[in-house]
């Protein structure tokens, strides 16, 4: 299966800049997770590793950097695996809303998150790095935009939502890359 980067870059940008117009689109998207998570999230969550590798280099041996990159990969897609079943516990098995529906709000939303939180990660300390790690909180108004979006749910039903996806975003990447630079042996003080 041939990955179409251009498909992912228009949608990532559209997302990041045109919500409210992208999401009436991506929530009709009935995709699995298999090939959501193949066609979108690993080229996304490969190139973000390869760059956190590249800018970890300049700090770290190689061996160190490679370390960085593959916990990257690890915290970026497994973080998104968590989140998808959280969101779904509520969304499907509680309301009774459509499985993709569910996927669709997890990675899309996810996927902004951890593209600034890995850049923002990858940076470290220095102050552009503490810029993108609080750009990475963007993802809330593709998050609010996407609950905003579906039907037939309560007001209550949809601040829920949001509050359950948002701090699954937020806090499962960042124990899974706490946990795994433990588990390496990487110092867990920089990151």
């Not at 009436?24 to 066609?39: A, D, G, H």
């Not at 503490?130 to 990475?136: K, N, W």
């Amino acid at each position: 299966m041939k990955t179409d980067y251009k498909h992912i870059y228009i949608r990532t940008r559209q997302m990041l800049t045109q919500p409210a117009v992208t999401w009436p689109e991506v929530l009709k998207e009935n995709s699995t997770v298999r090939n959501t998570f193949r066609s979108y999230l690993f080229p996304i969550a490969i190139v973000l590793s390869v760059f956190v590798f590249l800018l970890r280099l300049i700090y770290y041996t190689p061996l160190q950097a490679l370390g960085f990159g593959i916990v990257n990969f690890i915290a970026a897609t497994s973080g998104a695996w968590f989140t998808y079943l959280i969101t779904r516990e509520y969304l499907c098995n509680k309301l009774n809303y459509p499985d993709h529906a569910a996927l669709n709000l997890t990675i899309y939303s996810y996927t902004i998150f951890i593209i600034f939180h890995s850049i923002g990660g990858a940076l470290e300390n220095i102050f552009i790095g503490q810029i993108f790690t609080l750009l990475s909180l963007i993802f809330l108004r593709t998050l609010y935009t996407g609950a905003e979006q579906l039907q037939q749910l309560q007001a209550n039903h949809k601040t829920n939502i949001l509050i359950i996806t948002f701090l699954s975003i937020v806090f499962i990447p960042v124990i899974i890359t706490q946990i795994l630079m433990i588990v390496f042996r990487i110092s867990v003080i920089n990151v």
